[in-house]
Protein backbone atom coordinates (compact mmCIF):
# COMPACT_ATOMS: atom_id res chain seq x y z
CA UNK A 1 0.00 0.00 0.00
CA UNK A 2 1.60 3.74 -0.52
CA UNK A 3 0.56 6.71 1.34
CA UNK A 4 -1.90 9.15 -0.18
CA UNK A 5 0.36 12.05 0.62
CA UNK A 6 1.15 14.28 -2.30
CA UNK A 7 4.90 13.79 -3.62
CA UNK A 8 6.32 17.74 -3.41
CA UNK A 9 9.56 18.12 -4.35
CA UNK A 10 11.99 19.76 -1.81
CA UNK A 11 13.43 22.08 -3.78
CA UNK A 12 15.14 25.81 -2.35
CA UNK A 13 12.74 27.75 -4.34
CA UNK A 14 10.10 26.73 -1.52
CA UNK A 15 12.64 28.50 0.93
CA UNK A 16 12.53 31.61 -1.53
CA UNK A 17 8.77 31.99 -1.61
CA UNK A 18 8.48 31.15 2.31
CA UNK A 19 10.42 34.13 3.20
CA UNK A 20 9.15 36.05 0.56
CA UNK A 21 5.11 35.82 1.10
CA UNK A 22 5.83 35.57 4.95
CA UNK A 23 8.73 37.40 6.55
CA UNK A 24 8.40 40.05 3.51
CA UNK A 25 8.88 42.83 6.41
CA UNK A 26 12.07 41.32 8.22
CA UNK A 27 15.26 42.90 8.28
CA UNK A 28 18.45 41.96 6.38
CA UNK A 29 21.06 44.51 7.93
CA UNK A 30 25.18 44.35 5.90
CA UNK A 31 27.61 45.78 7.95
CA UNK A 32 30.60 47.61 5.66
CA UNK A 33 33.48 49.93 5.90
CA UNK A 34 30.94 52.63 4.60
CA UNK A 35 28.24 51.82 7.37
CA UNK A 36 25.65 49.75 7.41
CA UNK A 37 22.41 48.74 4.79
CA UNK A 38 19.32 47.90 6.02
CA UNK A 39 16.87 45.82 3.82
CA UNK A 40 13.98 43.72 4.09
CA UNK A 41 13.23 39.92 2.48
CA UNK A 42 10.78 41.86 0.76
CA UNK A 43 13.64 43.57 -1.05
CA UNK A 44 16.26 41.12 -1.28
CA UNK A 45 13.64 38.59 -2.59
CA UNK A 46 12.79 41.19 -5.70
CA UNK A 47 16.63 41.77 -5.96
CA UNK A 48 17.18 37.95 -6.26
CA UNK A 49 14.86 37.33 -8.64
CA UNK A 50 16.09 40.01 -11.11
CA UNK A 51 19.14 38.24 -10.22
CA UNK A 52 18.17 35.21 -11.79
CA UNK A 53 17.25 37.63 -14.45
CA UNK A 54 21.20 38.89 -15.06
CA UNK A 55 21.83 35.41 -14.85
CA UNK A 56 20.26 34.67 -18.70
CA UNK A 57 21.35 37.97 -19.92
CA UNK A 58 24.87 36.97 -18.99
CA UNK A 59 24.48 33.36 -20.79
CA UNK A 60 25.12 31.34 -17.62
CA UNK A 61 24.18 27.81 -18.68
CA UNK A 62 21.40 25.88 -17.56
CA UNK A 63 22.89 24.26 -14.66
CA UNK A 64 26.44 26.84 -14.59
CA UNK A 65 28.44 27.25 -12.02
CA UNK A 66 28.51 30.66 -10.08
CA UNK A 67 31.57 31.48 -8.47
CA UNK A 68 31.36 34.02 -5.41
CA UNK A 69 34.36 35.54 -3.71
CA UNK A 70 32.60 37.75 -1.15
CA UNK A 71 32.09 38.47 2.91
CA UNK A 72 28.62 37.24 4.54
CA UNK A 73 26.49 39.77 3.04
CA UNK A 74 22.64 40.65 1.70
CA UNK A 75 24.26 40.72 -1.82
CA UNK A 76 25.66 36.78 -1.24
CA UNK A 77 22.32 35.85 0.17
CA UNK A 78 21.00 36.93 -3.17
CA UNK A 79 23.34 34.88 -4.74
CA UNK A 80 22.47 32.07 -2.37
CA UNK A 81 18.84 31.75 -3.77
CA UNK A 82 19.27 33.54 -7.27
CA UNK A 83 21.53 30.65 -8.34
CA UNK A 84 20.11 27.49 -7.18
CA UNK A 85 16.31 28.37 -7.76
CA UNK A 86 17.70 29.52 -11.00
CA UNK A 87 18.95 25.49 -11.92
CA UNK A 88 22.25 26.90 -11.64
CA UNK A 89 24.72 25.83 -8.81
CA UNK A 90 26.85 28.47 -6.72
CA UNK A 91 29.93 27.79 -6.02
CA UNK A 92 31.48 29.55 -2.78
CA UNK A 93 35.42 30.25 -3.38
CA UNK A 94 37.43 30.38 0.03
CA UNK A 95 38.79 34.17 -0.20
CA UNK A 96 41.74 32.94 2.42
CA UNK A 97 42.74 30.20 -0.06
CA UNK A 98 46.42 29.82 -1.57
CA UNK A 99 46.73 31.33 -5.00
CA UNK A 100 47.07 27.62 -6.70
CA UNK A 101 44.05 26.08 -5.32
CA UNK A 102 41.66 28.76 -6.50
CA UNK A 103 42.64 28.71 -9.65
CA UNK A 104 42.40 24.64 -9.27
CA UNK A 105 39.10 25.07 -7.86
CA UNK A 106 37.56 27.79 -10.18
CA UNK A 107 38.30 25.37 -13.09
CA UNK A 108 37.64 22.06 -11.74
CA UNK A 109 34.18 23.78 -10.68
CA UNK A 110 34.06 25.10 -14.78
CA UNK A 111 32.48 28.57 -13.06
CA UNK A 112 31.61 30.51 -15.66
CA UNK A 113 31.41 33.91 -13.87
CA UNK A 114 32.73 35.14 -11.01
CA UNK A 115 30.84 37.42 -8.05
CA UNK A 116 33.37 39.61 -6.14
CA UNK A 117 33.12 41.97 -3.27
CA UNK A 118 35.07 45.35 -4.09
CA UNK A 119 37.14 44.81 -1.07
CA UNK A 120 38.43 41.63 -1.50
CA UNK A 121 38.98 42.23 -5.81
CA UNK A 122 42.64 42.52 -5.18
CA UNK A 123 43.02 39.05 -3.91
CA UNK A 124 41.17 37.58 -6.93
CA UNK A 125 42.04 39.84 -10.26
CA UNK A 126 45.77 38.91 -10.45
CA UNK A 127 44.28 34.87 -10.67
CA UNK A 128 42.06 36.30 -13.26
CA UNK A 129 43.79 34.53 -16.13
CA UNK A 130 44.51 31.16 -15.00
CA UNK A 131 40.79 30.52 -14.35
CA UNK A 132 39.78 29.53 -17.66
CA UNK A 133 36.45 29.42 -17.40
CA UNK A 134 35.43 32.40 -15.78
CA UNK A 135 33.55 34.97 -18.94
CA UNK A 136 32.59 37.59 -16.19
CA UNK A 137 33.66 39.57 -12.89
CA UNK A 138 30.85 40.92 -11.15
CA UNK A 139 32.09 43.53 -8.63
CA UNK A 140 29.83 44.22 -5.69
CA UNK A 141 31.33 47.83 -4.06
CA UNK A 142 30.98 46.45 -0.51
CA UNK A 143 32.52 49.86 0.34
CA UNK A 144 35.89 49.47 0.04
CA UNK A 145 38.07 51.37 -2.29
CA UNK A 146 40.04 49.33 -4.78
CA UNK A 147 40.42 50.26 -7.71
CA UNK A 148 37.96 48.36 -10.15
CA UNK A 149 39.85 47.26 -13.21
CA UNK A 150 39.31 48.62 -16.91
CA UNK A 151 38.84 45.31 -18.31
CA UNK A 152 35.68 43.89 -20.97
CA UNK A 153 35.11 41.38 -18.56
CA UNK A 154 34.43 43.53 -15.19
CA UNK A 155 30.89 44.70 -14.69
CA UNK A 156 29.42 45.83 -12.30
CA UNK A 157 26.36 43.81 -9.44
CA UNK A 158 24.42 47.13 -9.04
CA UNK A 159 23.89 48.17 -12.97
CA UNK A 160 23.11 44.77 -14.13
CA UNK A 161 20.39 44.09 -11.31
CA UNK A 162 18.90 47.76 -12.15
CA UNK A 163 18.51 46.86 -15.93
CA UNK A 164 17.29 43.18 -15.45
CA UNK A 165 13.95 41.72 -15.23
CA UNK A 166 12.56 39.83 -12.90
CA UNK A 167 12.30 35.72 -13.20
CA UNK A 168 10.33 33.09 -12.06
CA UNK A 169 11.98 30.07 -9.77
CA UNK A 170 10.53 26.60 -10.53
CA UNK A 171 12.72 23.85 -10.12
CA UNK A 172 11.31 20.41 -9.80
CA UNK A 173 14.58 17.88 -9.41
CA UNK A 174 14.97 17.94 -5.81
CA UNK A 175 18.24 15.74 -6.54
CA UNK A 176 19.84 18.62 -8.66
CA UNK A 177 22.75 20.02 -7.71
CA UNK A 178 22.93 23.93 -5.36
CA UNK A 179 26.09 24.42 -3.96
CA UNK A 180 29.53 23.55 -4.44
CA UNK A 181 31.77 23.39 -1.14
CA UNK A 182 35.41 22.71 -1.59
CA UNK A 183 36.99 21.33 1.22
CA UNK A 184 40.12 23.28 2.15
CA UNK A 185 42.25 19.83 2.57
CA UNK A 186 45.19 19.89 3.92
CA UNK A 187 47.41 17.35 1.91
CA UNK A 188 46.36 17.89 -1.68
CA UNK A 189 43.77 18.98 -4.01
CA UNK A 190 40.51 20.49 -2.00
CA UNK A 191 37.80 18.00 -2.65
CA UNK A 192 34.68 18.69 -4.08
CA UNK A 193 31.23 18.24 -1.79
CA UNK A 194 27.99 18.83 -3.98
CA UNK A 195 24.77 19.69 -2.42
CA UNK A 196 21.65 19.11 -3.59
CA UNK A 197 18.17 20.77 -3.18
CA UNK A 198 17.05 18.37 -1.22
CA UNK A 199 20.24 17.83 1.09
CA UNK A 200 20.09 21.52 1.59
CA UNK A 201 16.13 21.57 2.30
CA UNK A 202 16.49 18.66 5.11
CA UNK A 203 19.50 20.16 6.59
CA UNK A 204 17.76 23.14 6.73
CA UNK A 205 14.94 21.88 8.65
CA UNK A 206 17.50 20.07 11.00
CA UNK A 207 19.76 23.29 11.96
CA UNK A 208 16.48 25.10 12.27
CA UNK A 209 14.86 22.52 15.00
CA UNK A 210 14.94 23.43 18.85
CA UNK A 211 17.96 20.30 19.11
CA UNK A 212 20.07 22.86 17.10
CA UNK A 213 20.01 26.03 16.59
CA UNK A 214 16.27 26.60 16.96
CA UNK A 215 15.73 29.57 14.74
CA UNK A 216 11.93 31.23 14.25
CA UNK A 217 10.49 34.45 13.76
CA UNK A 218 11.73 35.84 16.89
CA UNK A 219 15.56 35.82 15.86
CA UNK A 220 18.28 37.79 14.79
CA UNK A 221 20.34 35.56 13.30
CA UNK A 222 24.17 36.61 12.58
CA UNK A 223 26.57 34.35 10.78
CA UNK A 224 30.22 34.96 11.44
CA UNK A 225 30.47 31.59 10.50
CA UNK A 226 31.76 32.44 6.58
CA UNK A 227 29.04 32.03 3.63
CA UNK A 228 32.43 30.09 1.85
CA UNK A 229 32.51 27.67 4.93
CA UNK A 230 30.49 25.06 4.16
CA UNK A 231 27.50 27.20 3.40
CA UNK A 232 27.86 29.23 6.55
CA UNK A 233 26.49 26.05 8.38
CA UNK A 234 23.37 26.72 6.73
CA UNK A 235 22.93 29.30 8.86
CA UNK A 236 21.77 31.58 5.68
CA UNK A 237 19.54 29.27 4.36
CA UNK A 238 17.66 28.83 8.16
CA UNK A 239 17.54 32.73 8.84
CA UNK A 240 14.87 32.62 5.41
CA UNK A 241 13.27 29.65 6.47
CA UNK A 242 12.41 30.33 9.74
CA UNK A 243 11.83 34.51 9.10
CA UNK A 244 14.75 35.59 11.15
CA UNK A 245 16.44 38.52 11.02
CA UNK A 246 19.86 38.68 9.53
CA UNK A 247 22.79 40.81 10.61
CA UNK A 248 25.70 40.06 8.27
CA UNK A 249 28.68 41.11 9.45
CA UNK A 250 30.43 41.92 5.74
CA UNK A 251 34.35 42.83 5.49
CA UNK A 252 33.70 43.70 9.55
CA UNK A 253 34.96 40.61 10.60
CA UNK A 254 37.41 42.46 13.71
CA UNK A 255 36.39 41.09 17.14
CA UNK A 256 35.21 44.63 18.29
CA UNK A 257 32.93 45.17 15.40
CA UNK A 258 30.99 42.00 16.14
CA UNK A 259 30.43 42.52 19.66
CA UNK A 260 29.06 46.05 18.21
CA UNK A 261 26.69 44.43 15.92
CA UNK A 262 25.94 41.64 18.74
CA UNK A 263 24.74 44.41 21.24
CA UNK A 264 23.48 47.37 18.56
CA UNK A 265 21.05 45.04 16.05
CA UNK A 266 19.95 42.74 19.27
CA UNK A 267 21.26 39.71 17.51
CA UNK A 268 20.13 36.54 19.30
CA UNK A 269 21.47 33.69 17.27
CA UNK A 270 24.90 33.75 16.28
CA UNK A 271 27.86 31.09 14.68
CA UNK A 272 31.46 30.80 14.76
CA UNK A 273 34.36 29.20 14.89
CA UNK A 274 36.31 28.91 18.82
CA UNK A 275 38.69 31.18 17.48
CA UNK A 276 36.67 34.14 16.59
CA UNK A 277 34.78 33.61 20.15
CA UNK A 278 38.26 33.98 21.93
CA UNK A 279 38.56 37.53 20.18
CA UNK A 280 34.93 38.34 20.99
CA UNK A 281 35.01 37.57 24.37
CA UNK A 282 36.58 41.00 26.27
CA UNK A 283 34.52 43.49 23.49
CA UNK A 284 31.40 41.45 25.12
CA UNK A 285 31.99 40.34 28.42
CA UNK A 286 29.46 42.85 30.27
CA UNK A 287 27.72 44.62 27.87
CA UNK A 288 23.70 44.38 27.72
CA UNK A 289 22.64 42.09 25.12
CA UNK A 290 19.91 39.92 23.47
CA UNK A 291 21.85 36.37 22.78
CA UNK A 292 20.43 33.02 23.24
CA UNK A 293 22.54 30.88 21.75
CA UNK A 294 26.00 30.89 20.60
CA UNK A 295 26.63 28.22 18.04
CA UNK A 296 30.20 26.66 17.56
CA UNK A 297 32.01 24.13 16.06
CA UNK A 298 34.26 23.38 13.19
CA UNK A 299 37.18 22.30 15.80
CA UNK A 300 37.22 21.49 19.47
CA UNK A 301 35.29 24.13 21.74
CA UNK A 302 37.42 24.49 24.93
CA UNK A 303 35.49 23.92 27.68
CA UNK A 304 37.48 27.04 29.39
CA UNK A 305 36.09 29.61 26.51
CA UNK A 306 32.49 28.29 26.86
CA UNK A 307 32.57 29.02 30.78
CA UNK A 308 34.52 32.17 30.36
CA UNK A 309 30.83 33.05 27.97
CA UNK A 310 28.72 31.94 30.86
CA UNK A 311 30.60 33.60 33.94
CA UNK A 312 31.58 37.06 31.56
CA UNK A 313 28.76 36.69 28.73
CA UNK A 314 25.80 34.91 30.86
CA UNK A 315 25.50 32.54 28.18
CA UNK A 316 27.87 29.12 27.64
CA UNK A 317 28.59 28.39 24.02
CA UNK A 318 26.62 25.58 22.35
CA UNK A 319 29.12 22.83 20.58
CA UNK A 320 27.96 21.55 17.10
CA UNK A 321 30.10 18.71 15.09
CA UNK A 322 30.15 18.63 11.58
CA UNK A 323 32.54 18.58 8.51
CA UNK A 324 31.80 20.05 4.79
CA UNK A 325 30.62 17.09 3.08
CA UNK A 326 27.65 16.77 5.93
CA UNK A 327 26.48 19.83 5.20
CA UNK A 328 27.97 20.63 7.54
CA UNK A 329 25.91 20.06 11.19
CA UNK A 330 25.16 16.54 12.09
CA UNK A 331 25.44 16.85 15.66
CA UNK A 332 24.82 19.47 18.49
CA UNK A 333 24.99 19.72 22.03
CA UNK A 334 21.78 20.96 23.39
CA UNK A 335 21.63 19.91 26.83
CA UNK A 336 18.21 18.00 27.90
CA UNK A 337 16.07 17.92 30.85
CA UNK A 338 18.24 15.69 32.85
CA UNK A 339 21.23 18.01 33.27
CA UNK A 340 18.62 20.47 35.20
CA UNK A 341 19.72 20.00 38.22
CA UNK A 342 23.29 19.40 37.43
CA UNK A 343 26.44 21.38 39.13
CA UNK A 344 28.30 23.89 36.66
CA UNK A 345 31.23 21.19 36.21
CA UNK A 346 28.71 18.17 35.12
CA UNK A 347 27.05 20.89 32.80
CA UNK A 348 30.60 22.42 31.46
CA UNK A 349 31.72 18.90 30.82
CA UNK A 350 28.86 17.79 28.81
CA UNK A 351 28.93 20.92 26.64
CA UNK A 352 32.60 20.38 25.80
CA UNK A 353 30.90 17.07 23.86
CA UNK A 354 30.05 17.17 20.57
CA UNK A 355 26.03 15.78 21.16
CA UNK A 356 23.78 13.89 19.66
CA UNK A 357 23.28 13.09 16.15
CA UNK A 358 20.19 15.07 14.84
CA UNK A 359 17.19 12.95 13.56
CA UNK A 360 18.10 12.09 10.04
CA UNK A 361 21.50 11.27 10.84
CA UNK A 362 22.97 8.27 11.80
CA UNK A 363 26.39 7.82 13.64
CA UNK A 364 28.77 4.73 14.68
CA UNK A 365 32.15 4.49 15.80
CA UNK A 366 34.25 1.63 14.29
CA UNK A 367 37.64 0.15 14.04
CA UNK A 368 38.84 1.71 11.09
CA UNK A 369 40.29 -1.54 9.31
CA UNK A 370 38.26 -4.32 10.08
CA UNK A 371 34.89 -1.81 10.72
CA UNK A 372 33.77 -3.81 13.67
CA UNK A 373 31.47 -1.74 15.86
CA UNK A 374 32.68 -0.20 19.33
CA UNK A 375 30.94 0.15 22.52
CA UNK A 376 28.70 3.29 23.10
CA UNK A 377 30.31 3.12 26.82
CA UNK A 378 32.09 6.68 26.44
CA UNK A 379 35.66 4.78 26.95
CA UNK A 380 36.10 2.86 23.37
CA UNK A 381 37.19 4.77 20.79
CA UNK A 382 36.81 4.03 16.94
CA UNK A 383 36.67 6.21 13.34
CA UNK A 384 33.28 8.05 13.83
CA UNK A 385 31.33 7.46 10.70
CA UNK A 386 27.73 8.81 9.75
CA UNK A 387 25.15 8.30 7.36
CA UNK A 388 21.90 10.15 6.57
CA UNK A 389 20.66 12.64 3.35
CA UNK A 390 22.73 15.37 3.97
CA UNK A 391 26.16 13.24 4.18
CA UNK A 392 28.14 13.00 0.58
CA UNK A 393 27.66 9.57 -1.32
CA UNK A 394 30.88 11.01 -3.40
CA UNK A 395 33.43 13.76 -3.87
CA UNK A 396 33.11 15.36 -7.08
CA UNK A 397 36.95 15.15 -7.99
CA UNK A 398 36.69 11.22 -9.11
CA UNK A 399 40.47 11.72 -9.03
CA UNK A 400 40.61 12.35 -5.21
CA UNK A 401 42.19 9.90 -4.01
CA UNK A 402 39.72 9.00 -1.03
CA UNK A 403 37.43 6.61 -0.49
CA UNK A 404 34.84 8.55 1.05
CA UNK A 405 31.98 5.54 2.23
CA UNK A 406 33.19 2.77 3.76
CA UNK A 407 32.04 -0.99 1.91
CA UNK A 408 29.03 -1.02 3.94
CA UNK A 409 27.74 2.83 2.75
CA UNK A 410 28.94 4.54 6.01
CA UNK A 411 30.50 8.08 5.15
CA UNK A 412 34.44 8.33 6.61
CA UNK A 413 34.66 11.34 8.62
CA UNK A 414 38.55 10.78 10.01
CA UNK A 415 37.75 11.44 13.22
CA UNK A 416 38.02 9.41 15.97
CA UNK A 417 35.39 10.12 19.10
CA UNK A 418 33.68 7.87 22.12
CA UNK A 419 30.29 7.73 21.96
CA UNK A 420 28.20 7.78 25.39
CA UNK A 421 25.50 5.31 26.00
CA UNK A 422 22.97 7.22 24.33
CA UNK A 423 24.98 8.51 21.39
CA UNK A 424 26.54 11.95 22.85
CA UNK A 425 29.39 12.00 20.79
CA UNK A 426 32.97 12.96 21.93
CA UNK A 427 35.72 13.93 19.70
CA UNK A 428 38.98 12.58 20.56
CA UNK A 429 40.72 13.74 18.07
CA UNK A 430 41.16 14.29 13.91
CA UNK A 431 42.82 11.01 12.87
CA UNK A 432 46.02 12.65 11.56
CA UNK A 433 46.04 14.42 14.85
CA UNK A 434 46.12 11.69 17.11
CA UNK A 435 49.54 11.23 19.06
CA UNK A 436 50.94 7.98 18.93
CA UNK A 437 53.06 7.36 21.97
CA UNK A 438 54.44 3.95 22.67
CA UNK A 439 51.62 2.21 20.64
CA UNK A 440 49.04 4.00 22.49
CA UNK A 441 47.12 7.15 21.23
CA UNK A 442 46.90 10.39 23.32
CA UNK A 443 44.20 12.66 22.52
CA UNK A 444 45.21 16.53 21.77
CA UNK A 445 42.20 17.68 22.08
CA UNK A 446 42.06 16.56 25.77
CA UNK A 447 45.29 17.99 26.49
CA UNK A 448 44.65 21.32 24.60
CA UNK A 449 41.45 21.50 27.14
CA UNK A 450 43.39 21.01 30.08
CA UNK A 451 45.99 23.05 29.08
CA UNK A 452 43.52 26.01 28.58
CA UNK A 453 41.86 25.68 31.68
CA UNK A 454 45.01 27.76 33.13
CA UNK A 455 43.84 31.37 33.56
CA UNK A 456 46.98 32.52 32.28
CA UNK A 457 46.57 30.70 29.01
CA UNK A 458 44.93 32.13 25.86
CA UNK A 459 45.54 28.99 23.22
CA UNK A 460 47.06 26.40 23.38
CA UNK A 461 47.32 23.64 20.19
CA UNK A 462 49.43 20.07 21.32
CA UNK A 463 51.20 18.29 18.44
CA UNK A 464 52.96 15.12 18.26
CA UNK A 465 56.99 15.50 17.73
CA UNK A 466 59.10 12.16 16.28
CA UNK A 467 60.60 10.98 19.24
CA UNK A 468 63.16 7.69 18.94
CA UNK A 469 61.57 5.59 21.74
CA UNK A 470 58.25 6.30 22.02
CA UNK A 471 57.57 7.14 18.09
CA UNK A 472 55.68 10.54 18.99
CA UNK A 473 55.64 12.09 22.22
CA UNK A 474 53.02 15.42 22.76
CA UNK A 475 54.32 19.03 22.39
CA UNK A 476 52.08 21.86 23.76
CA UNK A 477 52.14 24.98 22.14
CA UNK A 478 50.68 28.03 24.56
CA UNK A 479 49.97 31.11 23.84
CA UNK A 480 49.13 33.21 26.84
CA UNK A 481 46.96 36.16 27.37
CA UNK A 482 48.01 39.57 27.05
CA UNK A 483 50.09 40.36 30.36
CA UNK A 484 50.01 37.10 32.21
CA UNK A 485 52.78 35.13 32.89
CA UNK A 486 53.66 31.36 33.22
CA UNK A 487 56.56 29.18 32.98
CA UNK A 488 56.78 25.57 31.37
CA UNK A 489 56.34 24.24 35.22
CA UNK A 490 54.02 26.13 36.02
CA UNK A 491 51.58 24.45 33.18
CA UNK A 492 52.53 21.50 33.89
CA UNK A 493 51.77 21.14 37.56
CA UNK A 494 48.42 22.51 36.21
CA UNK A 495 48.15 19.22 33.90
CA UNK A 496 49.50 16.84 36.56
CA UNK A 497 45.96 16.38 38.70
CA UNK A 498 44.31 16.07 34.86
CA UNK A 499 45.67 13.65 33.06
CA UNK A 500 47.46 10.84 32.84
CA UNK A 501 51.23 10.35 33.51
CA UNK A 502 52.08 9.29 30.47
CA UNK A 503 50.00 11.63 28.74
CA UNK A 504 52.08 14.90 30.18
CA UNK A 505 53.85 16.78 27.10
CA UNK A 506 57.40 16.62 26.70
CA UNK A 507 58.00 20.05 26.63
CA UNK A 508 55.69 23.62 26.46
CA UNK A 509 57.06 26.26 24.00
CA UNK A 510 55.53 29.49 24.17
CA UNK A 511 54.82 30.72 21.45
CA UNK A 512 53.16 34.66 19.94
CA UNK A 513 50.26 32.84 18.16
CA UNK A 514 48.51 29.73 16.94
CA UNK A 515 48.95 29.74 12.91
CA UNK A 516 45.24 29.42 12.10
CA UNK A 517 44.12 27.62 8.87
CA UNK A 518 41.61 29.87 6.09
CA UNK A 519 38.69 28.59 8.33
CA UNK A 520 40.28 30.42 11.21
CA UNK A 521 40.77 26.67 12.69
CA UNK A 522 44.38 25.86 14.65
CA UNK A 523 46.60 24.49 11.95
CA UNK A 524 48.62 21.76 13.53
CA UNK A 525 50.12 21.24 10.31
CA UNK A 526 51.87 24.57 10.35
CA UNK A 527 53.12 23.60 13.76
CA UNK A 528 54.12 20.60 13.24
CA UNK A 529 56.34 21.42 10.13
CA UNK A 530 57.56 24.42 12.54
CA UNK A 531 58.67 21.96 14.91
CA UNK A 532 59.59 18.96 13.15
CA UNK A 533 63.09 18.92 14.34
CA UNK A 534 62.54 19.74 17.71
CA UNK A 535 64.77 19.70 20.32
CA UNK A 536 65.46 21.29 24.01
CA UNK A 537 68.27 23.71 23.82
P1 LIG B 1 38.58 21.30 7.05
O1 LIG B 1 39.07 19.89 6.90
O2 LIG B 1 38.99 22.22 6.00
O3 LIG B 1 38.75 21.86 8.43
P2 LIG B 1 35.77 21.15 7.61
O4 LIG B 1 35.46 22.54 7.97
O5 LIG B 1 34.81 20.38 6.83
O6 LIG B 1 37.05 21.17 6.77
O7 LIG B 1 36.21 20.41 8.93
C1 LIG B 1 35.59 19.29 9.45
C2 LIG B 1 36.35 18.81 10.66
O8 LIG B 1 36.35 19.78 11.69
C3 LIG B 1 35.78 17.59 11.31
O9 LIG B 1 36.12 16.41 10.61
C4 LIG B 1 36.41 17.65 12.69
O10 LIG B 1 37.73 17.14 12.69
C5 LIG B 1 36.47 19.13 12.96
N1 LIG B 1 35.36 19.51 13.84
C6 LIG B 1 34.19 20.06 13.50
N2 LIG B 1 33.42 20.28 14.59
C7 LIG B 1 34.12 19.86 15.66
C8 LIG B 1 33.87 19.78 17.08
N3 LIG B 1 32.75 20.24 17.63
N4 LIG B 1 34.85 19.24 17.86
C9 LIG B 1 36.00 18.79 17.33
N5 LIG B 1 36.28 18.83 16.02
C10 LIG B 1 35.36 19.35 15.19
Not at 131 to 134: L, W
Not at 142 to 145: A, H, Q, S, Y
Not at 518 to 523: A, C, I, L, Q, R
Given at each position: MRGLMQDVPLTIDTIFRHAEQHHGDVAIVTDGPAGRTRSTYAEWAQRTRRLGGVFDTLGISADGRIGTFGWNSQRHLELYFAGPCSGRVVHTLN???FPEQLTYIANHAEDEVVFVDRTVLPLLWPLIDT????RHVVVMD????NEVPDDPRVLDYETLLADAAPVDFHVTDEGSAAYMCYTSGTTGNPKGVVYSHRSTYLHTMGVISPNA??????DAA??????FHANAWGIAHAGPAAGAAMVMPGSMMQPKALADLIVEEGVTFTAGVPTIWQGVLPHLAGRPHKLREIGCGGSAVPKALSEAYREQVGLPILQAWGMTETHPVASSG??????????DATKAAQRARAGIPFLGVEARIV?????EEQPWDDKATGELQVRG?????????????????????WMKTGDVAAMAPDGNIRIADRTKDLIKSGGEWISSVDLENAIM?????KEAAVVGIPHPKWDERPLACVVLKPGETATEQDILDHLAPLVAKWWMPDAVEFIDEVPKT??????KKDLRTRFAEYSRD
Open positions: IRLMTTIDGGDFGLGVRMPVVPMVLSRAFDDADDADTLPWCAAAYYNPDAGVELLTSDGSHPAVSVGKFS
